[in-house]
């Protein structure tokens, strides 16, 4: 009785590799030395921020705004949350 195709015991045809072919190392990036790299890299960094979609000034103020008022309030609750603690803390332990 033969195996079934893709069995553990018998290796399909296409999982076997060619020992001829050798593998490379690195790749592409073996190519080019470090400075062209560093290079394309920047390149990649100034083509990303060119997708990116700036707030216009009144958006940037509008957020800006938020964000104050949101530590703001963040601080405040905090501060009363810390001032329950004290005073609860005062009361248990003298």
Known sequence: MTDAV???DTPDARDEVPESKKA??????????????LATFYRQII??????VWPTRNQL???TTV?????VIMI????VIDYGLDHAAKYVFG
């Open 61 to 63: 103020t509008s957020y």
């Open 47 to 52: 083509a990303e921020l060119r997708k990116v």
């Open 76 to 79: 405040a609750l905090v501060t």
């Open 6 to 8: 893709g069995s553990i």
């Open 67 to 71: 964000v104050i008022f949101f530590v």
């Open 24 to 37: 490379r190392k690195g790749g592409k990036r073996a190519k080019k030395g470090p400075l062209k790299r």
